[in-house]
């Protein structure tokens, strides 16, 4: 089975400071990993992948993600946050043998002012 | 411009009436996918379609029904077996090499009253 954990609800942090929101995954052999954001009453759209390679991805609007197989992790992030980036955050994997992506529960990013 | 449309935005049905919700795509996609969201519980796949005329059930794909007669087209049927049918519908499609991302609708937002 494949599961994916977003331990926040919701991530709250002020414009200009940097943000991570965190995501853990469990799947047999290697995972490929997806981070996706969610406009309200809109599809999802596609952030960024991490496939094979160098452990940190880089995305669209400036973010980036970490991947840590030690830690089954792979945390978002962006430097300097903005109010613009308020939206709901999914983090999804794909294991080995599996033809679709399992999705976590979200994470509400509230940038304020 | 290239892209996944959903249609109704909103759809609004008796209980115990089946409903239909578009799906077309004109990425030239053979992979097409439905999902529900539900506030807090993320996405979970109902049904998912790689090839025309052949489709798979997801994890909750029990109440509903799909077809894909045509390759730009994957609708989806929401039957009276399906006991809590309002939620948000997303269908998403995806390119042929496994670890493309994929593209999402808009949404169509169901209420079953």
């Known amino acids: 089975a494949q599961s994916v954990a977003q331990p926040e609800d919701q991530v709250n942090v002020a414009e200009g400071n940097p943000l991570t929101v965190k995501c853990t995954y469990s799947?047999?052999?290697?995972?490929?990993l997806f981070w996706y954001v969610q406009y309200p009453n809109r599809g999802l759209q596609f952030l960024l992948k991490?496939?094979?390679?160098?452990?940190l991805v880089k995305g669209s609007y400036g973010f980036e993600a970490e991947f840590n197989k030690s830690q089954t992790s792979f945390h978002l992030k962006k430097p300097s946050a903005l109010v613009s980036d308020s939206a709901l955050y999914f983090c999804a994997v794909r294991g080995a043998g599996y033809s679709t992506l399992t999705f976590g529960k979200g994470t509400m990013l509230l940038v304020s002012p | 411009d290239g892209g996944i449309t959903q249609s109704p935005k909103y759809l609004f049905r008796k209980e115990g009436q089946n409903v239909t919700l578009s799906c077309e795509q004109n990425l030239n996609h053979d992979a097409m996918y439905w999902y529900r969201q539900d506030p807090g519980q993320g996405l979970r796949l109902i049904y998912y379609s790689q090839i025309v005329n052949d489709f798979q059930k997801g994890d909750i794909a029990e109440g509903y029904s799909v077809s894909r007669e045509k390759k730009e087209s994957f609708p989806l049927t929401v039957t009276s077996a399906q006991k809590n049918p309002t939620a948000f519908y997303l269908c998403?499609?995806?390119?042929?090499?496994?670890?493309?991302?994929?593209?999402f609708g808009n949404g169509t937002r169901l209420t079953v009253t």
């Open positions: 991490y496939i094979t390679g160098d452990n």
């Open positions: 998403a499609s995806r390119e042929e090499e496994t670890n493309s991302p994929l593209h």
């Open positions: 799947v047999s052999g290697n995972p490929y």
